[in-house]
Nanobody
Framework: QVQLQESGPGLVKPSQTLSLTCTVS??????????WSWIRQPPGKGLEWIGY???????GGSPSLKSRTSISRDTSKNQFTLQLSSVTPEDTAMYYC???????????WGQGTQVTVSS
């Protein structure tokens, strides 16, 4: 059974960097053709895709967030991490990590972690 668990601070001050970690169990983040994504949902809005890291360590991100986004991984811990810099209150959201398989299906999601940007 694949499980994903997000962790990180629930409150971040404006202009600081938001850092979240997703710990994966039941699968390896180096499994061929699998990508690992970050997705968020602001209050009252729909899901917004942030970015991903692939099984071989390549990354990609939303054009609107790419300049502020960094996604990395620690294969020894089977974790991948999101860093979002220069946050504003508009970055307040529920943040999810998810697994996308080779068929494009997001079959596994973390439970989500609420991040609030406020002074």
């Amino acid at each position: 059974q694949v499980q994903l668990q997000e962790s990180g601070p629930g409150l971040v001050k404006p202009s600081q960097t938001l850092s979240l970690t997703c710990t994966v169990s039941g699968d390896s983040i180096t499994t061929n053709y699998v990508t690992w994504s970050w997705i968020r949902q602001p209050p009252g809005k729909g899901l917004e895709w942030i970015g991903y890291i692939t099984w071989c360590g390549s990354t990609g991100g939303s054009p609107s967030l790419k300049s502020r986004t960094s996604i990395s991984r620690d294969t020894s811990k089977n974790q991948f991490t999101l860093q979002l810099s220069s946050v504003t209150p508009e970055d307040t959201a529920m943040y999810y990590c998810a697994r996308r398989d080779q068929y494009g299906e997001y079959g596994y999601w973390g439970q989500g972690t609420q991040v609030t940007v406020s002074s």
